[in-house]
């Protein structure tokens, strides 16, 4: 079981191997090579820091703890109508994702995000509503 925060969710729909760290990246890249290949894999909610966050590089202010970001988690979650200390299956999160979620949400909901300008969580969220799954991510 993984434990994730909100916003982490959509994170690994449009995860492409980019990161904040290499140690950032090869932990996504695990990460998402589990789920991906195991969608049964079970994922507790969590409010916070989760375990994306705990290889999140120590050069400065920690932003996992951000007041934005928290509200990003809420309003993800709120978009999935999922509640922190919930445990989930990564095929519900998906099946979800097609219930509730459009590429444009991503507009808004991470309007702050500094990876949204690469269009990858707006084509990760349509490869779930294709019922495409999570792309394929080799760690370079």
Do not use: A
Not at 35 to 45: A, D, K, V
Not at 106 to 117: F, M
Not at 118 to 129: H, N, R, S, T
């Amino acid at each position: 079981m993984y434990q994730l925060r909100g916003h982490h969710l959509f994170c690994l729909v449009g995860f492409r191997g980019m990161g904040y760290s290499k140690e950032y990246i090869e932990n996504m890249t695990y990460m998402h090579r589990n789920i991906r290949e195991n969608p049964n894999t079970w994922i507790e909610i969590v409010d916070g820091p989760d375990q994306l966050c705990e290889k999140y590089p120590n050069s400065g202010k920690y932003h996992c703890e951000d007041q934005h970001i928290y509200k990003r988690d809420h309003e993800i979650l709120e978009k999935l109508r999922l509640k922190i200390g919930q445990d989930v299956q990564w095929k519900e999160i998906e099946e979800r994702i097609r219930r509730f979620v459009v590429p444009k949400d991503i507009q808004h909901i991470c309007q702050t995000c500094s990876w949204r300008s690469f269009g990858v969580c707006e084509e990760g969220i349509q490869d779930i509503l294709d019922h495409k799954g999570l792309r394929k991510v080799e760690f370079k």
